[in-house]
């Protein structure tokens, strides 16, 4: 009996041991099967979600494209309609009448501005004029005694340099004065003031103003800043790829704050040199008078290109995704666990100008164009599924 109960145990002990080695084998297996590791720049699907996704192919074609570069801007001025007005000598603010925003005339009072050296000045001005009331008189008394031979060479070359120098001082005095706005051929020992008048060089309207009532200001100071809208132009940034795209004499589109009024202005100078950032300037100036175009503001523009044979593609086969501009193109097809699967390569492009449907694609070194099949139809649910990482890819 005991010999059959050590027989059963000994049998059930290899059966465990069996169990335990098939599950060993099987775990070590599994574990040793590789895990396929998918690129970031690959997405994959199945064949039933390709057809739900709505997934077309087509080829990048040749077109003409004429017609609409769309850039961004802002709105600028050209910098003799714009003026920064400073106090010459600096002083106090005595008085000003005006607000931001107010229009203005070339001319017009902007501030008072009140000073002690300014009475200085002309008191130094009015003396020094009289000097040389005199020794100009003094100066023709001299040249008639020295051509008579009754007066010294002496006298007459020391008469000559008074005369000289008290000359280069008033003519210095006058241009200081006038620095200020006090015309020193008006000025007398009775109308002699310790305030000036701030006053606008140019028409326009007042930007910004940095003034009140007892301020103290120095000559650095910027008091206004007057704008003139006359004459306002676009300052346009593009891609270095599309300098070539935009001439002189080329119509503009523009829009401001999303409304829907278009305007309109003409390309009238484009830079001759790309920026550090490989931006070009395009400088455009605005048609007419649009009275809700403010210096400052962005617009959007569309720039009406000539005709050029490009590489174009559906709209809606180009995608944006965080800044950059992508197309999907056919990789390959393939079967895992008896399911067929097709990757499509994500790959960066850049847009060029836009006519129709069609837009121009800038496509990387190297691409085949005769034999690399593009997604033209519902690149953005291919977008959608990388984004999601396996909502719609499996």
């Given at each position: 009996?005991?010999?059959q109960?050590?027989?059963?145990?000994?049998?059930?002990?290899?059966?465990?041991?069996?169990?335990?080695?098939?599950?060993?084998?099987?775990?070590?297996?599994?574990e040793?099967?590789?895990?396929?590791?998918?690129?970031?720049?690959?997405?994959?699907?199945?064949?039933?979600?390709?057809?739900?996704?709505?997934?077309?192919?087509?080829?990048v074609?040749?077109?003409?494209?004429?017609?609409?570069?769309?850039?961004?801007?802002?709105?600028?001025?050209?910098?003799?309609?714009m003026?920064?007005?400073?106090?010459?000598?600096?002083?106090?603010?005595?008085?000003?009448?005006?607000?931001?925003?107010?229009?203005?005339?070339?001319?017009?009072?902007?501030?008072?501005?009140?000073?002690?050296?300014?009475?200085?000045?002309?008191?130094?001005?009015?003396?020094?004029?009289?000097?040389?009331?005199?020794?100009?008189?003094?100066?023709?008394?001299?040249?008639?005694?020295?051509?008579?031979?009754?007066?010294?060479?002496?006298?007459?070359?020391?008469?000559?340099?008074?005369?000289?120098?008290l000359?280069?001082?008033?003519?210095?005095?006058?241009?200081?004065?006038?620095?200020?706005?006090?015309?020193?051929?008006?000025?007398?020992?009775?109308?002699?003031?310790?305030?000036?008048?701030?006053?606008?060089?140019?028409?326009?309207?007042?930007?910004?103003?940095?003034?009140?009532?007892?301020?103290?200001?120095?000559?650095?100071?910027?008091?206004?800043?007057?704008?003139?809208?006359?004459?306002?132009f676009?300052?346009?940034?593009?891609?270095?790829?599309?300098?070539?795209?935009?001439?002189?004499?080329?119509?503009?589109?523009?829009?401001?704050?999303?409304?829907?009024?278009?305007?309109?202005?003409?390309?009238?100078?484009?830079?001759?040199?790309?920026?550090?950032?490989?931006?070009?300037?395009?400088?455009?100036?605005?048609?007419?008078?649009?009275?809700n175009?403010?210096?400052?503001?962005?617009?959007?523009?569309?720039?009406?290109?000539?005709?050029?044979?490009?590489?174009?593609?559906?709209?809606?086969?180009?995608?944006?995704?965080?800044?950059?501009?992508?197309?999907?193109?056919?990789?390959?097809?393939?079967?895992?666990?008896?399911?067929?699967?097709?990757?499509?390569?994500?790959?960066?492009?850049?847009?060029g100008?836009?006519?129709?449907?069609f837009?121009?694609?800038?496509?990387?070194?190297?691409?085949?164009?005769?034999?690399?099949?593009?997604?033209?139809?519902?690149?953005?649910?291919?977008?959608?599924?990388?984004?999601?990482?396996?909502?719609?890819?499996?």
């Amino acid at each position: 009996m005991k010999k059959q109960n050590i027989f059963i145990v000994s049998f059930l002990s290899i059966i465990v041991l069996a169990l335990s080695a098939c599950k060993g084998g099987a775990k070590s297996n599994e574990e040793s099967k590789p895990t396929e590791v998918i690129a970031d720049n690959i997405v994959e699907m199945r064949a039933d979600q390709i057809k739900v996704a709505g997934i077309q192919m087509g080829m990048v074609e040749m077109r003409t494209m004429s017609g609409k570069l769309k850039v961004n801007g802002v709105v600028a001025v050209a910098p003799q309609n714009m003026a920064a007005v400073c106090a010459p000598f600096g002083g106090f603010i005595k008085a000003t009448g005006l607000m931001p925003g107010k229009a203005v005339t070339k001319g017009q009072v902007l501030a008072v501005i009140e000073n002690a050296e300014f009475i200085d000045m002309q008191q130094n001005y009015l003396e020094a004029k009289s000097k040389l009331e005199y020794s100009e008189a003094d100066y023709k008394r001299q040249s008639e005694l020295y051509k008579n031979d009754v007066s010294s060479q002496k006298n007459m070359q020391q008469t000559t340099s008074e005369y000289k120098i008290l000359k280069s001082q008033v003519s210095a005095l006058e241009q200081k004065l006038a620095l200020i706005g006090i015309n020193a051929s008006k000025l007398n020992e009775k109308n002699i003031s310790g305030t000036i008048n701030l006053v606008s060089p140019i028409s326009g309207y007042v930007k910004t103003m940095n003034v009140s009532i007892g301020k103290s200001v120095s000559s650095t100071d910027v008091l206004f800043e007057i704008v003139n809208n006359d004459r306002l132009f676009l300052e346009l940034t593009m891609f270095e790829k599309d300098a070539g795209m935009v001439a002189q004499g080329q119509k503009i589109h523009f829009f401001i704050n999303n409304e829907t009024e278009e305007h309109q202005a003409v390309i009238y100078q484009t830079a001759k040199s790309i920026n550090a950032d490989k931006n070009y300037k395009v400088y455009a100036s605005v048609v007419g008078k649009c009275k809700n175009v403010i210096l400052g503001m962005y617009v959007n523009c569309i720039v009406e290109t000539s005709g050029n044979k490009v590489t174009a593609l559906p709209t809606e086969a180009v995608v944006n995704f965080e800044d950059k501009d992508y197309i999907f193109v056919y990789e390959k097809d393939k079967v895992e666990s008896g399911k067929n699967f097709t990757e499509y390569l994500m790959i960066e492009v850049r847009k060029g100008v836009e006519d129709d449907k069609f837009i121009e694609v800038q496509l990387p070194e190297g691409f085949n164009t005769k034999t690399t099949k593009v997604v033209v139809k519902g690149a953005y649910n291919l977008l959608s599924a990388k984004k999601n990482a396996g909502d719609m890819a499996c």
